[in-house]
């Protein structure tokens, strides 16, 4: 097993609206605000694309535990030790992992600088298939934790063709969007939001960081809090923890998919915290979030929460919009 411990690299080097948190033990910042892992892995994958290699999987277990060791580092200002990485392997059934450390002022220098000048070593190394990375904003910029891991191949890509061979699945086909029907019916547009009593004090504490900004309240509508539920419902049956479903794909696409038009939208979500003064208390910490919030452009929020998939917390979404 070749487990390799990557140095920490800093470069110099926006934010973007779509925002996530995790919160852990201690005062740290926000990690993976403003939805950069996701921009990260994108421009990742699109090097590894143009070197003609296989894309990296965004593996969302892996990013919790990259979450961990970035909490470690930040505590102690050392690395997780290559111990720790075999550990992390052995437990996640990897045959390799690395670790790299990257600080820079947005998610695109960090992704460039790393591919130009350490790609080799790290994100564009063969050997590597899997990814999990989380991002902290801190008083100097941004700092990306990244664990890369080779995970062995289980399945053989013709396997799932073989059951398309046979022409008798065909018949059930019809039978298959019965499910599917009731779904859109769930957000219900123009109807009074009902909220329970955790998604009210979202509601109810986001309306006080907008008037103490001079901001008008943020009104909130069914159609928006049932998304978000249901997403935090999603985040949590599929255990993954992005602003990209597996199921419904981004959160403009899920509005979209439920009869939801907006002139402009924005998700803010977070997993760990325990009442909704916590959540909205880290939002605010965290520019990305804090700008939605304060965003003047919206009007509308529904707020969905769920049991965390991890034992810990809850799972928090909010959903903004402008009709």
């Not at 289980?154 to 022409?167: E, I, L, R, V, Y």
Request: charged share 15%; proline share 7%; hydrophobic share 35%.
């Amino acid at each position: 097993m070749q487990v390799r411990l990557k140095k920490a690299y800093v470069f110099l080097a926006t934010l973007f609206l779509l925002s996530v948190v995790v919160p852990f033990a201690g005062s740290q910042p926000a990690l993976a605000a403003a939805g950069d892992d996701q921009e990260i892995v994108s421009l990742i994958n699109a090097a590894r694309s143009k070197a003609g290699m296989a894309p990296l999987t965004y593996d969302a277990k892996l990013s919790v535990q990259a979450a961990n060791n970035l909490d470690v580092y930040q505590q102690t200002c050392k690395s997780p030790s290559s111990s720790t990485l075999l550990q992390i392997a052995k437990n996640g059934g990897y045959t390799s992992m690395g670790q790299a450390i990257i600080s820079g002022n947005n998610a695109t220098t960090i992704a460039q600088s790393q591919i130009k000048y350490y790609g080799s070593q790290t994100v564009l190394n063969s050997k590597y298939n899997t990814i999990g990375l989380v991002v902290a904003e801190t008083s100097k910029g941004k700092t990306c934790l990244q664990l890369l891991g080779t995970k062995p191949q289980t399945q053989k890509p013709t396997q799932p063709q073989q059951p398309q061979k046979p022409q008798q699945p065909e018949q059930p086909k019809p039978e298959q969007p019965k499910p599917e029907q009731p779904k859109p019916e769930q957000p219900k547009p123009e109807q009074p939001a009902s909220l329970n009593a955790m998604q009210q004090q979202v509601v109810d504490l986001v309306n006080v960081e907008r008037a103490k900004a001079g901001l008008k309240p943020l009104e909130a509508k069914q159609d928006l809090t049932s998304v978000a539920q249901l997403k935090a419902e999603d985040m949590y049956n599929s255990k993954y923890f992005s602003h990209t479903s597996p199921n419904y794909g981004s959160p403009f696409d899920m509005m979209r998919k439920y009869g939801i038009s907006y002139r402009a939208a924005g998700e803010n979500i977070a997993m760990g915290q325990r009442t909704a003064a916590q959540v909205v208390q880290d939002w605010m910490n965290s520019p990305g979030h804090r700008a939605n919030i304060l965003n003047t452009n919206y009007t509308e929020i529904g707020v969905g929460v769920y049991q965390s998939y991890n034992g810990n917390g809850y799972i928090w979404v909010q959903e903004f919009a402008r009709r």
